[in-house]
């Protein structure tokens, strides 16, 4: 099965841009509904975005929507996760998931594989 690797963590200034990147290995990426969560110290994991596997449909967090957008490139083998106007609530290790041809879904339950996780840090 698929193998998830995310990177382009960091620490940057509230108001800033940052762009996550989450490579896939190990099995076919299109079929692939790919996700983002977040988990900061002593919170429990939460959901930020998810596209679905064919890209016609895609679900954001109140919190991140219209500041975050989630996409895929799929000769890369890659999901984004472009992040813009950072705010220091959205510090946390960002991890990356996914769930083979599932519907996009706000529940960490549903996607079964999963990265190690990159740490966004935002300074305010």
């Known amino acids: 099965q698929v193998q998830l690797v995310e990177s382009g963590g960091g620490l940057v200034q509230a108001g800033d841009s940052l762009r996550l990147s989450c490579v896939a290995s190990?099995?076919?990426?299109?079929?692939?509904?790919m996700a983002w969560f977040r988990q900061a110290p002593g919170k429990d994991r939460g959901f930020v975005a998810a596209i679905q596997w064919n890209g016609k449909s895609r679900i954001y967090a109140n919190s991140v929507e219209g500041r975050f957008t989630i996409s895929r490139d799929i000769a890369k083998n890659t999901a984004y996760l472009e992040m813009n106007s950072l705010e220091a609530d959205d510090t946390a290790t960002y991890f990356c998931a996914a769930t083979l041809m599932g519907a996009p879904s706000y529940r960490s339950v549903a996607y079964q594989i999963w990265g190690q996780g990159t740490q966004v840090t935002v300074s305010s």
């Open positions: 190990g099995g076919t990426f299109s079929r692939y509904t």
